[in-house]
């Protein structure tokens, strides 16, 4: 499939962050060209040519961290703290999905990606057989990481996973992981740290998302859990923590020193209450920053674009300073700090080679007018609703409002009820 975007503004996301008018094009689901508007006769042909009349054209956005299949717990178990939360609501629910049920369930999340122009994600959940078949079956891009913990999964079962999965599909990749260090004993940790050791891999996990997580930590080890991870190998090969709100000086120093990716999740913080990270700290000392929305029991909503507003907000007022954690420093978190984090090297910029994962903002809104500075709007007043079209691998998956999946969406929508209604029901 080739296609060419002319007439429009690209953002490329290269240094220095700067829009310039002219067009892109793709094959194969790669970057052929991208550059200004090409003035002589174009002798190649192409499946589909599009005006984008000076709308936006930019990297997808990447989701670093998510649950996708927690679709089904959306507006359910509701405005309680985390540790209820968990383990009153959502483990015994969860326990009732099959195999079948985690794949529909994951493609409405890729659904709701896509209206956001999200084009990767960066997903822990069981069963990753389903999560893997439900994103190449949609075309979507995902990065699994393990959710190894005490109750579920195996250290066998991770390496297999990791090598499996590292060469499922080129849509899909693997990396080591587990729920987190309150859930996962030590013999478990140090299985993992050998793991990273024989692969020379990167590990995630939940990392000092509440004060209460931090303190238990403490009085069990005499350690944060960032410092007991790195005490224990983990994070000798690299990788990053999911939420990161409570950190002490040494964690910083950790992360600084081992580089890490802190992967923020402001909007899922700001329900549970558990707290706003230091974002500016964390870009003062050039630790790479990431977004994510979460999952869809504690969002609820998979929107980036309330993400990345809430991202500078929330940091503005935790600082007391309204200068800090600009729009730039966000929409960097949102795309290629999210690649970086997630190790998609060739998606995070739309250079010629690169995938072809992209979205298109109208720019024809009234929420974007006038153009003062289209990068700031996008932060500070773009919505889903400026998402014109989204693209993952070359292939337009979503586009003014409709679906190119495997299955209709009403389809997908009408069987995510029935889980849900069969779930509660057994619950009872």
């Given amino acids: 499939m080739t296609i060419r975007f002319y007439n429009a503004r690209i953002l490329t996301m290269e240094e220095p962050l700067e829009i310039f008018m002219g067009e892109l094009w793709v094959k194969d689901g790669k970057i052929t060209y991208c550059g200004s508007p090409v003035s002589a006769p174009i002798t190649q042909p192409f499946d589909r040519e599009m005006d984008l009349q000076g709308n936006l054209i930019l990297p997808g956005f990447k989701n670093a961290h ?76 995902t990065v699994i990481v393990s959710g190894l913990n005490n109750f579920v999964h195996s250290l066998k079962g991770l390496a297999d996973c990791y090598e499996t999965y590292n060469h499922f599909h080129p ?125 869809p029991a504690s969002n609820n909503c998979l929107d980036m674009f309330r993400e990345m507003f809430l991202m500078t907000g929330l940091a503005k007022v935790r600082e007391e300073d309204a200068s800090v954690v600009d729009a730039l420093s966000v929409l960097r978190a949102a795309t290629v700090g999210g690649a970086k984090a997630m190790g998609l090297s060739q998606c995070h910029t739309l250079t010629v080679g690169s995938c072809a994962d992209l979205t298109v903002l109208d720019l024809h809104k009234p929420n974007m007018q006038p153009l003062n500075h289209i990068l700031k709007n996008i932060v500070y007043s773009g919505s889903k609703d400026n998402v014109l079209l989204t693209m993952v691998n070359g292939r337009v998956l979503y586009e003014k409002g409709c679906f190119y999946l495997d299955e209709d969406i009403e389809t997908i929508y009408e069987k995510c009820n029935k889980i849900t209604q069969r779930i509660k029901a057994a619950k009872k």
């Fill in 66 to 141: 998510t649950h996708s299949a927690m679709t089904f717990l959306r507006s359910f178990a509701d405005d309680l703290p985390l540790q209820d939360w968990l383990s009153k609501q959502v483990f015994p629910m969860e326990a009732l999905l099959t195999e079948s049920d985690i794949y529909t369930l994951s493609k409405l999340a890729i659904a709701e990606y896509l209206t956001s122009g999200i084009t990767a994600n960066f997903d822990m959940y069981v069963n990753s057989d389903a999560i893997a078949q439900s994103s190449v079956d949609t075309g979507f891009r």
């Fill in 171 to 295: 849509l899909i990749r693997y990396q080591l992981g587990f729920h987190a260090e309150y859930t996962t004993n030590e013999s478990l940790l140090l299985g993992v740290a050998e793991l990273a050791k024989t692969y020379h891999a990167p590990v995630y996990t939940h990392n000092s998302e509440t004060n209460a997580e931090v303190a238990d930590c403490i009085r069990r080890t005499g350690k944060t859990p960032t410092a007991y991870l790195a005490s224990l190998g983990v994070y000798d090969y690299g990788g990053g923590g999911y939420h990161c709100v409570h950190f002490s000086e040494e964690d910083i120093a950790i992360f600084k020193e081992k580089h890490l990716s802190v992967i923020t999740n402001p909007a899922s913080n700001l329900k549970l209450a558990s707290g706003i990270a230091p974002i500016r700290r964390y870009l003062a000392e050039g630790i790479n920053v990431a977004l994510g929305t979460d999952g």
